[in-house]
C-alpha cells in the first residue's frame, strides 16, 4: 500500500532524440498515411490577408546549424483571431538538415485583441525542439516595420531594450529574415510561459 500524501518524485527530463520529425511532422520526414498531415506547413490558399514568407537560420551557441529541430509556428489570421473561419492557426517546419535553414509562408497576422491579450502586437508564437533541448523553448517572431504595434505591445515591454532585436522579424527582398540563436550573445530572447 502506498502513502497518499507522499510526494511522487520529478519524472527526469529527456531530449527529444533525432526522431522528433517522425513523430511530430511525418510529412517533413518524407512519410505518407493518415497522419501525414500533421503538422504541415502554411496557411491554406484560400484564407483571406495578405501573405508573407519568413526565412531564417537555428543555430548553436558556436554558430553551427541545428539541422534536426523543429519549429512550431502559432499564429492569429489577419483579423487577429486563433483558429477561426477555417485557418488551423498553428504548422510545423523543419529546417534543411544540412545548413539548419528554414522557410515558410503564412498569413501575416493582425493584432490580437483578446481578453488578456488587448494591445499585442502583430506576432508569430514560435516553439523550438531540438536534440539535446530538455524542454521545448518558446519565443516570438515581431514585424521590424510594425514600429508603433510593437511598442505598445505588453509582452515585448517586458524585454529590456536591448535584447528586444533578438525577436524582430526584417523585411527584405524576398520577405522576413528571422534568425534563431539557441545560446550565445547574440541569443534569441525565450520565454518561461
Given amino acids: 500500500m502506498t502513502d497518499a500524501n507522499r510526494p511522487l518524485p520529478e519524472t527526469p527530463s529527456q531530449t527529444a532524440g533525432p526522431y522528433l520529425h517522425i513523430g511530430l ?5 518524407g512519410i505518407d498515411g493518415p497522419c501525414a498531415a500533421l503538422g504541415s506547413p502554411g496557411a ?3 484564407l483571406p490577408g495578405p501573405r508573407i514568407r519568413v526565412s531564417g537560420t537555428i543555430t548553436d551557441g558556436a554558430g553551427a546549424p541545428v539541422g534536426d529541430a523543429l519549429l512550431e ?15 488551423r492557426g ?3 517546419v ?20 483578446a481578453p488578456g491579450l488587448a494591445g499585442s502586437a502583430p506576432h508569430l508564437s514560435l516553439w ?10 518558446a519565443t516570438r517572431l515581431y514585424f521590424a516595420d510594425a514600429a508603433e504595434a510593437n511598442a505598445g ?18 523585411p527584405g527582398p524576398f520577405g522576413y529574415h528571422f534568425d534563431i540563436r539557441l545560446q550565445g550573445p547574440d541569443e534569441t530572447v525565450f520565454f518561461d510561459f
Fill in 73 to 87: 509556428v502559432w499564429q492569429a489570421d489577419a483579423d487577429g483571431r486563433h483558429a477561426a473561419g477555417g485557418f
Fill in 25 to 29: 511532422a511525418p510529412r517533413l520526414a
Fill in 153 to 170: 505591445d505588453p509582452v515585448l515591454a517586458r524585454v529590456p531594450l536591448e535584447r528586444r532585436a533578438s525577436l524582430m522579424a526584417r
Fill in 128 to 137: 523550438i525542439i531540438a536534440r539535446g533541448i530538455n524542454t521545448g523553448l
Fill in 44 to 46: 491554406e490558399p484560400d
Fill in 90 to 92: 498553428w504548422f510545423r
Fill in 94 to 113: 523543419a529546417p534543411d538538415a544540412r545548413t539548419g535553414a528554414f522557410q515558410f509562408e503564412t498569413l501575416r497576422p493582425g493584432a490580437v485583441d
